[in-house]
């Protein structure tokens, strides 16, 4: 009678098991960025942690669902065996307490490292604080709008000021930034919340109306990535899709120049060196 | 047990005479501005039951838009929108906002404090009332000025369109969105009212509690659902003030230009810039400092029910009991602190992000502590196989996959990466559907018998947890999945970006699945009403449980009970060796026999 029902209740519990495998790879593949490779270690780290306390635990409840079924198909009055008379283990709330805690306290400590070089500014790797920021990205309602510092006579990036100067440079969605060396951005925001999302390097921050935030990262390939908004910014907030573009520094520096020749075209100079 | 019927004519002249008492006592009073604490949880239970299926309606929206983007939606297609039955984005917005906004406001809290406590308490402790019956009466009435409000603001342009953290600036400019107008304010007096109503349950259950224990009800001779009641009542107590502040402080900055949250120089869509000097991280430090410790408002009567069905259920007491208690209390303390975790990646201060993180990974002990000591519970006892037991066991295994998808997002260099995608969503629903509502059902069959003196018919409450449990995995388990694979949450269209495309598949059969379990509900809605009516009969203690609730006639009349009850033991005493009889439990209401019954009266609290 109550055999089956149990069978059931545990069948009903398996595909707990069974949809907890494919978890591992995700559709994206490996981080395109060192500290995402770290970020990914670290969630394996812990994704083998919680697997074996989940199905450690789920084995656990499973072997008490059983084993109770089995005592409560026993006739009650006869010699069946009746419900322990227990109200618990002191060394066993000692133990089951004290693991947990320590082995959350790990998880807890050796993460750390990786926030605070993502995050604290002291932290940020020397290279970034030596050029400071390349670009200034500043979300709007329903775009990114991309700051550049110009070029100079030699065709050298200037310094990126936090005020918009007469030779900056300009784009929209498009983010092109130099590969294999960690850069840095200024993030900020021109109207509500957003949030800067590169899904393929493992880098969220939100852009805050009214701060400016500092944020770093490093693309291993030269190739395109995803950037798209991750914090709720209005009716088109699923609309904010845009591309980081990393290239080899020089062929950004190229791109810059060429940005800047075609953003100082005014026609009619034009026409008169043709004359 | 015999069944102490009504020796208390005398004593009670309420006009409950008859020998067989109205099994529709209870049911018949709904209408009326009753101040029994009974009929106010019935009531709130009934409300919150069918506002369930709003709620749900809402999320069968968002899922279907998810699944088949753009396409016109069977059944409420009609009803929903304007454009041919399409999901427009705004309307999408406000799907989900309003889904969460039911949900967590007018089903989970109202449900579990207001339902179950207020039913609860008062036959737990073996009180006749609440402390303060016309608070608790107004404690319901004041929701249906909220449940105005917030259905006025679906028909305000747009509907509120900020996500039910509604963060400003989005929330607090009316150009920012097109809800974020007349709706948005509706929306900010019906959480108001919400408030309100949660406030004045909770000061009447501290009050009864401490003040209104029947003789020998000592502190740890308490139900563990009256121990979750009492914390949750306390932190409803120290964190709402909190939210309402905030919230009127965003109602001013609406309605009379001030600028708490809005920094200077900010032209939201074409308007004028803002002046001022606000900070938008302020409402969301404000905003979590409430939302993260009624995430265990919204969990712990859970737990604490839970614990009462597993130990009846497997007729064994609480594995642990003070361990329980203290784990409780400790889940309470930490939920004061750790609401940083929600604001990983906004900005503040990195430093408070390595703080909130130990504080919150150690919140996540407690609740290992419970887990084990349910499982204990459990280990060793003959287990009744019914749709009590079932839902209670659902609980404890679909709150062990939402406590540790949560070390994920505690990690904070692991939630750069999946703050506000689809793997946080998996989590709360885990927690919030897998665990909470899933021991709503099982209280729902549990305590069923004692409101309406019959029973729910099994079959039909098992084939509502088969098709309930099938479909709730189905739907969030894969979210984790959704999560990892970096799709955002609160997309109206993912599939606009080329690496999410190929989730589309996944998210059908998720949607599926939620259709599946969506209308699994009706099963739950016409169990529970066919069987006040129909249900088989029962004495006063179907269970055979030990609780005081069971003492009481089923339903009780007003007053509870008979004579002032007198508590001998705790509540868990099933299977003990001592009992007399050899029964397998052993109420908290009858005497132990070798005494005399006059000595021994235990320290009154």
């Known amino acids: 009678m109550v055999w089956p029902i149990a069978a059931v209740v545990l069948c009903w519990l398996a595909p707990g098991w069974n949809w907890w495998f494919p978890a591992g790879p995700s559709g994206t593949g490996a981080a395109m960025s060192p500290l995402g490779e770290r970020i990914d270690d670290l969630f394996y780290m812990i994704l083998i942690i919680t697997t074996v306390t989940f199905v450690g635990t789920q084995i656990g409840l499973g072997y008490v669902l059983f084993t109770g079924a089995r005592r409560s198909d026993q006739p009650e009055d006869a010699e069946g065996e009746k419900a322990w008379f227990s109200h618990g283990s002191h060394n066993l709330e000692v133990v089951w307490s004290i693991v947990p805690a320590a082995v959350l306290l790990f998880i807890a400590l050796y993460q750390m490292e990786v926030w605070a070089e993502y995050r604290v500014q002291d932290a940020f790797p020397k290279q970034v604080i030596r050029t400071g920021p390349l670009a200034e990205v500043t979300a709007r309602q329903f775009e990114w709008r991309i700051r550049y510092p110009g070029v100079d006579a030699e065709g050298n990036p200037l310094e990126l000021k936090p005020d918009p100067q007469p030779t900056d440079l300009y784009t929209v969605n498009d983010l092109r930034l130099p590969s294999s060396q960690p850069v840095m951005i200024w993030l900020r925001s021109e109207d509500v919340q957003h949030s800067f999302f590169l899904p393929e390097l493992r880098v969220k921050q939100d852009a805050v109306p009214g701060l400016v935030i500092p944020v770093w990262f490093e693309a291993i390939k030269s190739t395109e990535y995803s950037m798209l908004c991750a914090e709720l910014c209005g009716w088109g907030h699923y609309k904010m899709k845009s591309r980081l573009v990393a290239t080899p520094e020089d062929e950004w520096r190229v791109w810059l120049q060429e940005l800047q020749v075609e953003q100082n075209y005014d026609g009619v100079s034009d026409e008169s060196n043709d004359e | 047990m015999s069944t102490a019927t ?14 067989a008492p ?33 709620g749900g309606a809402l999320a069968l929206g968002v899922r279907w838009q998810l699944a088949f983007p753009w396409e016109t939606m069977p059944l409420f297609g009609k009803l929903f929108a304007q454009q041919g039955g399409q999901i427009s984005p705004e309307f999408y917005t406000m799907l989900f906002t309003m889904h969460a906004t039911v949900m967590i406001f007018l089903v989970i809290i109202p449900v579990l404090a207001g339902a179950f406590g207020n039913f609860l308490i008062p036959l737990m402790i073996g009180a006749d009332d609440m402390a303060f019956p016309l608070l608790n009466a107004l404690s319901y009435w004041f929701m249906w000025p909220a449940i105005a409000c917030f259905g006025a603001s679906f028909f305000f342009a747009g509907g509120p369109a900020g996500g039910w953290t509604s963060y400003p600036v989005l929330s607090a400019i009316q150009e920012a969105a097109p809800g974020s107008g007349t709706a948005q304010t509706m929306w900010l007096l019906g959480v108001t009212f919400v408030g ?15 003040n209104m224990r029947a ?61 001022g000097g606000g900070q938008p991280l302020l409402w969301q430090h404000l905003f979590w400092f409430y939302s993260h410790p009624a995430v265990y408002i919204m969990l712990l009567p859970a737990m604490g029910m839970t614990s009462d069905m597993l130990a009846c259920m497997s007729r064994k007491p609480i594995f642990g009991y003070k361990p329980m208690v ?58 009744q196989f019914n749709t009590v037991m079932l839902n209670a066991i ?119 699945c939620a259709i599946l379990m969506g209308f699994a509900q009706i099963l739950l809605l016409v169990n529970f009403f066919v069987s006040i009516f129909a249900g088989k009969e029962c004495g006063d203690n179907p269970w055979l449980a030990n609780g005081l609730e069971w003492s009481a006639p089923s339903p009780p009349p007003h007053g509870n009970f008979p004579s002032v009850p007198i508590v001998y033991r705790g509540p868990y005493e099933y299977s003990n060796p001592d009992q007399p009889e050899g029964l397998d439990y052993w109420p908290q209401t009858e005497p132990p026999v070798p005494k005399p019954v006059t000595s021994p009266v235990p320290a009154p609290a």
């Open chain 2, 22 to 54: 109205d099994k529709l006592a209870l049911l018949k009073k709904i209408h009326t501005f009753s101040t029994d604490h009974k009929v106010i949880g019935v009531q709130f239970l009934i409300t919150t039951m069918l506002l369930l299926f709003v």
């Open chain 2, 326 to 383: 203290y784990s409780m209390a400790a889940i309470a303390g930490l939920g004061f602190i750790v609401w940083g975790h929600h604001m990983f990646t906004s900005g503040m201060n990195p430093a408070l992000g390595m703080t909130f993180m130990v504080s919150t990974m150690m919140i996540a002990l407690p609740s290992a502590v419970k887990v084990f000591n349910w499982i204990g519970t459990m280990w060793g006892g003959r287990l």
């Open chain 2, 6 to 19: 009504p020796t208390a004519e005398t004593s009670h002249g309420h006009g409950h005479h008859d020998h």
């Open chain 2, 215 to 275: 003789p020998g009800m000592t502190l740890f001779r308490m139900p563990l659902t009256i121990w979750a009641m009492f914390i949750t009542a306390i932190l409803q107590a120290f964190a709402l003030p909190v939210l309402t502040a905030a919230g009127f402080m965003l109602l001013f900055e609406r309605t009379f230009d001030f600028t708490f949250f809005i920094p200077g120089g900010l032209v939201v869509n074409n308007a004028d810039p803002t002046v």
């Open chain 2, 196 to 210: 309100v109503s949660s406030m004045m349950g909770s000061v009447n259950y501290m009050t009864t509690i401490i």
């Open chain 2, 394 to 512: 659902a609980f404890v295994s679909m709150f062990i996959v939402g406590g540790l998808s949560g070390i994920f997002m505690a990690a904070v260099p692991v939630d750069i990466y999946i703050h506000d995608t689809y793997f946080i969503v998996a989590h709360f629903h885990y927690v919030l559907f897998g665990a909470t509502l899933f021991g709503v059902f099982g209280a729902i069959h549990f305590w069923f018998p004692k409101m309406f003196g019959r029973t729910m018919n099994e079959g039909i409450g098992k084939l509502h947890f088969a098709l309930t449990f099938i479909g709730m995995n189905g739907t969030f388990f894969p979210m984790h999945l959704l999560g990892v694979a970096g799709m955002p949450r609160r997309y109206a269209d993912p599939y606009l970006h080329p690496y999410l495309e190929h989730l589309l598949p996944m998210n059908q059969f998720m949607t599926i």
